[in-house]
């Protein structure tokens, strides 16, 4: 069974800083991309990082300078180190991972980032 469960959500303060973690089971995390989404209310999903398996970053432009994606294969864990928090930072953030020769993707249930004015 693929599990991914997203931990590190929270209320920060505009500036604030957060760390989400993903723990990933039941693939092989190795040869998976994988990659952080976010939704807002009445907003469409969007990407907000990724990260593949040889560990290349790609970042949303709203989120560039701010935002580092990294992964620890030895802990099947992905991780979005979240700085200078905007409110507009504000939804739910979703794990997800890819793995491009299967075509494979499994999403985790998502955390709340809220970030006060």
């Known amino acids: 069974q693929v599990q991914l469960v997203e931990s590190g959500g929270g209320l920060v303060q505009a500036g604030g800083s957060l760390r989400l973690s993903c723990a990933v089971s039941?693939?092989?995390?190795?040869?998976?991309?994988m990659a952080w989404y976010r939704q807002a209310p009445g907003k469409q999903r969007e990407l907000v990082a990724t990260?593949?398996?040889?560990?290349?970053?790609n970042y949303g432009d709203s989120v560039k300078g701010r935002f580092t994606i990294s992964r620890d294969n030895a802990k099947n864990t992905v991780y979005l180190q979240m700085n200078s928090l905007k409110p507009e930072d504000t939804a739910v953030y979703y794990c997800?991972?890819?793995?491009?020769?299967?075509?494979?993707?499994?999403w985790g249930q998502g955390t709340q980032v809220t970030v006060s004015s």
């Open positions: 997800n991972a890819h793995n491009p020769l299967l075509g494979n993707t499994y």
């Open positions: 039941g693939i092989i995390f190795g040869f998976n991309a």
């Open positions: 990260v593949t398996s040889g560990g290349s970053t």
